[in-house]
Nanobody
Framework: VQLQASGGGLVQAGGSLRLSCAAS????????MGWFRQAPGKEREIVAA????????YYVDSVKGRFTISRDNAKNTMYLQMNSLKPEDTAVYTC?????????????????WGRGTQVTVSS
C-alpha cells in the first residue's frame, strides 16, 4: 500500500501549484480520497475530498474557489490544483485514502496515508 504526494515547492502569493498523489492500484479505484495539510504548530486539517469516481467533491471553506481536487482512476493518480495561493496555505500537504468509496471530510474515515510534499507561499 503506497501513496506518494509530489508537486510541492516555493511560490509567490497569487501563484499556482499542482499537486499529484500516486497510489497503489489496490487502494485507489474504489476509495474516496482526500488532501490534508499541516502547518507548523497547527493540527492537520483536511483540505479537500473526492469520491471514488470523482463525482462528488468537498472543500474546506478557506480554499473554496481557489483549489480543485480531481482524480484519474486510469492512472491511479489524484490531483490538487491550487490557484491564488496565500501565505497561509504554507504547509506539508499529504494525500490519503478513505475506508469508504464516497467523499468525506471526516478524518477518522481515512485509512491509508502517504508521504507529504512541502508547499511554501511567500508574501
Amino acid at each position: 500500500v503506497q501513496l506518494q504526494a509530489s508537486g510541492g515547492g516555493l511560490v509567490q502569493a497569487g501563484g499556482s501549484l499542482r499537486l499529484s498523489c500516486a497510489a497503489s492500484r489496490g487502494i485507489f479505484s474504489n476509495n474516496g480520497m482526500g488532501w490534508f495539510r499541516q502547518a507548523p504548530g497547527k493540527e492537520r486539517e483536511i483540505v479537500a475530498a473526492i469520491s471514488w469516481n470523482g463525482g462528488v467533491t468537498y472543500y474546506v471553506d478557506s480554499v473554496k474557489g481557489r483549489f480543485t481536487i480531481s482524480r484519474d482512476n486510469a492512472k491511479n493518480t489524484m490531483y490538487l490544483q491550487m490557484n491564488s495561493l496565500k501565505p497561509e496555505d504554507t504547509a506539508v500537504y499529504t494525500c490519503a485514502a478513505a475506508r469508504i468509496s464516497g467523499a468525506t471530510m471526516t478524518n477518522s474515515l481515512y485509512r491509508y496515508w502517504g508521504r507529504g510534499t512541502q508547499v511554501t507561499v511567500s508574501s
